[in-house]
């Protein structure tokens, strides 16, 4: 469990801020996916549609997120379907261009240099041969890390945040949570979670300086 620093006392009635990774520690990652379709010869949509809504991917990447298997392996087997001939670092290529989002990066640092228990919560693409969260520098953020192929369970199965509250040492109550996807909210909710859906538009981060008490700019 985690063992909070003696930083101080955070400047709200919470004491914990769980973060998701892609969409919302990330810039949106859409346009970098279709421009990387595009170099590749593929139509822009290939990649997003590819892996929503093909059976044989959509089941890849669940097994890819709960670990039951690894990113070469989903590399290998995916590409086919997307109609590229090499797979070598697939995942890695299509998201080289993603980086992260500055200004929830300085958030994050701002919540734990206040005293937050600051967490992250991410459902895996996958660590080896490409590690998305060492390429945008956000490990180092949190006293707390759960992805979900280490754990062998994805948002939003329940079981993946009540072990992140344990790990954390806090009371959902005491916790806001951040996603993208509107389908991992209710879990978190139904823990007492506060929940912010990060959907794109201005002033998600202004909404949790609010919550949280803080201000954090952008350096």
Not at 63 to 73: K, P, T, V
Request: proline share 8%; glycine share 10%; aromatic share 8%.
């Amino acid at each position: 469990m985690y063992q909070p620093a003696d930083t101080g006392t955070p400047p709200s009635t919470y004491r914990g801020l769980i973060l998701d990774f892609a969409g919302v520690l990330t810039v949106d990652a859409l346009a970098v996916h279709r421009e990387w379709c595009v170099n590749q010869g593929l139509d822009p949509e290939a990649w997003r549609r590819t892996l929503n809504t093909h059976p044989v991917v959509r089941k890849l990447y669940a097994d890819l997120e709960a670990g039951r298997i690894g990113q070469a392996e989903w590399n290998e087997k995916t590409a086919p379907f997307l109609g590229v001939t090499d797979h070598v670092n697939l995942m890695g290529r299509a998201w080289a261009g993603v980086g992260p989002a500055l200004d929830m990066v300085a958030l994050a640092r701002a919540a734990r240099h206040a005293g937050y228990a600051v967490a992250m919560l991410s459902n895996s693409f996958g660590l080896d041969p490409y590690d998305p969260y060492a390429a945008c520098g956000v490990w180092e953020l949190f006293d707390v890390t759960v992805v979900s192929e280490r754990e062998g369970i994805a948002k939003p199965d329940p079981a993946i945040y009540r072990m992140t509250l344990d790990r954390m040492g806090l009371p959902g109550e005491a916790c806001v949570f951040v996603d993208d996807h509107p389908a991992n909210l209710p879990p978190a909710e139904a823990l007492g979670i506060t929940t912010v859906l990060a959907d794109g538009r201005p002033g998600t981060v202004a909404r949790l300086e609010s919550l949280l008490g803080l201000a954090a700019p952008v350096a």
